[in-house]
Nanobody
């Protein structure tokens, strides 16, 4: 399984960015499984990696309190071999500066926003917000 993030960059406070994650190489399409969790995590400079927004096999989305109302997770499962996961980030703040990682686990049941043992990770994309 391969996860590739894109869409990071530098914007001013109050701006917006959309991150994309392309998931490929799976044997079973994620949306046909009832045990998966996928989403976005971030690691700020000098900080720990934390969950930002995830979606589980029931379609339930969970967000970190710090991004609720500003970030929105969506998915595109229209293609058989590639699954796309997006993170729309609005009203960005300097504290949103971090490396953002896409992650997936196809044997996980429930909310994985606090689970850091996800099976698959992307290499990350840098998001920098200036004040």
């Amino acid at each position: 399984v391969k996860l590739v993030e894109s869409g990071g960059g530098s914007v001013e406070s109050g701006g917006s960015l959309t991150l994309s994650c392309e998931v490929s190489g799976y044997t079973t399409r994620p949306d046909t499984s009832n045990t998966y969790c996928m989403g976005w995590f971030r690691q700020p400079p000098g900080g720990w990696r934390v969950g930002v927004a995830v979606i589980d096999s029931y379609g339930t989305k969970n967000y970190a309190d710090s991004v609720k109302g500003r970030f929105s997770l969506s998915q595109d499962n229209s293609k058989n071999t590639v699954y796309l996961l997006y993170l729309q980030m609005n009203s960005l703040k300097p504290e949103d500066t971090a490396i953002y990682y896409c992650a997936a686990d196809f044997a996980f049941y429930g909310n994985c926003i606090n689970y850091y043992g996800m099976d698959f990770w992307g290499k990350g994309t840098q998001v920098t917000i200036s004040s």
